[in-house]
């Protein structure tokens, strides 16, 4: 069983910046083999990926939507993944998710994830 509990979501205007983190626990437990997501949902839309990085963070993807903007992160000693979004645009309002992937790949697939967090709230006003 691996718990992810997200943090950092928020209100901010457009234009600004929020760093959201995930951090992870569990037993068995072997946070530097994992690869780490983020994906969002708007209300009434489904879940859509956001970014990935994979066990080692050598490998790193993101959604054409966020690219430039967002920085997908890892801090293995601390378990926790982060996310610096930069230049917020109000179609980034959603509630944030991280998940694990236990084999390691960085991949798009939302199937592909077992382990998810509660989320947090990200509300971008115009």
């Known amino acids: 069983q691996v718990q992810l509990v997200e943090s950092g979501g928020g209100l901010v205007q457009a234009g600004g ?18 690869a780490l997501v983020w994906f969002r949902q708007a209300p009434g839309q ?14 790193t993807l ?13 801090d293995n000693p601390k378990n926790t993944v982060n996310l610096q979004m930069n230049s917020l645009k109000p179609e980034d309002t959603g509630v944030y998710y991280c998940a ?27």
Do not use: H, M
Request: net charge positive; aromatic share 16%; proline share 1%.
């Open 17 to 34: 910046s929020l760093r959201l983190s995930c951090a992870a626990s569990g037993r068995p437990f072997a946070f530097s083999t994992y």
């Open 100 to 126: 694990v992937n236990r084999d390691g790949y960085a991949v798009t697939d939302i199937g592909r994830y077992d382990y998810w967090g509660q989320g947090t709230q990200v509300t971008v006003s115009s």
């Open 46 to 59: 489904d879940r859509e990926f956001v970014t990935a990085i994979s066990w080692n963070g050598g490998n």
């Open 62 to 74: 993101y959604a054409d939507s966020v690219k430039g903007r967002f920085t997908i992160s890892r």
